[in-house]
């Protein structure tokens, strides 16, 4: 294909979909420019319409655990579609996978797939709510659950305020649902729960903030969320879309040994393909429909395909595969060296923040020097290294990513 016919695909896409595109940061606006157009991937590496290969770190922005194109996850991916389906009936595939995520996540007893994150996230709100029989959640500024309607929400003007919309089409009555906590601060937390007791439901969590650039928990933290929303009679929720089998085999709760009630997972359960899921304590998840009140229903959820990608995903994840992946993401992090910018990791989550220290929370994310991020982006693409387009999204590196790979990309990185 040529560079004319790439520009062509984009005209046509500019008058098909919002922006050109189907998912906002795909559009480049954080670092300016046109994506290039990519076509095929294989283990740590993607390439575009010309045939230039490139070393990748947006991996499908979390699911690529193993890298493109694992060879057992297609061919698991072939077989199941080859059989048909879906059936509208529970199948084999869906309790192996359920099955494997308890195996590795014991606080996830009961679990319902259905098929994306937002709608994990959204369900499990609800089941907070059946539970407690209360009506607000707290979320933390900078964090990203997806874009249901309550978590689509700002900080109001003070700590212990309600929130804001923070997208059109969100109602303030549906904000006021919702309040807005500090990352790594839990006087505000507490601040909430003091100020709206017995109405909280729930406090829900990335357990490794990965969606205001990669921001991890301070000591007790984790801890400390745990004990105030026992205290208060309130639900804590563990959102590992990213963070789940990724950070560690049992995601943040087994590498911080923090037990939520409830925790959404997605991304690798899925092996690239499209699923979310949320569990948790029987005793909760039995208030989901058939067994109980809360009703949520899927058409694709549990589908075939998508099951047999993340059952042929999670086989793979052994003990020494995340050995390595910790190796080589700690190569990585040691390496680079950028003047003005500093680096935050949890396992094989990275971001390269532009600013001196490490930030906290989201206010100190967004003090990072955005224009010195989208430099260094469109130099690491031009040396042939495609990352997050965004000075607050995580990079994501792979099994596929070995030391010639990671070479590659500090070689990058210097130049």
Known sequence: MTVAASLDWRDRAARLFPGGVNSPV?????VGGEPPLLLRGKGPFVWDEAGRRYVDYVGAFGPLLLGHANHAVAEAIATAAALGGPFGVTGPGEVRLAEMIRARMPSVERVRFVNRGTEAAMSALRVARAATGRELIVKFDGAYHGHADSLLVAAGSGAATLSVPDSAGVTRSVAAQTLVATYNDL???????????????????????ANMGVVAPLAGFLAGLRELTTRAGALLIFDEVITGFRVAPGGAQELYGVRPDLTVLGKIIGGGLPVGAYGGRAQLMDLVAPSGPVYQAGTLSGHPVVMAAGEATLAQLTPDVYVKIEEQSARLEAGLRVDGACVARVGSLLTLFFREQQPRNFSEAKASETRGFARFFHSMLDAGVVLPPSQF???FVSAAHDSSVIDATLEAARG
């Not at 795909?26 to 954080?30: D, F, G, N």
Request: net charge negative.
């Open 26 to 30: 795909r559009a480049y606006q954080a």
């Open 187 to 209: 006087a505000s937390v507490e601040a909430l729960l003091q100020s709206h007791p017995r109405q909280v439901a729930a406090v829900i969590v990335e357990p490794v903030a």
């Open 393 to 395: 999204e995580a990079w």
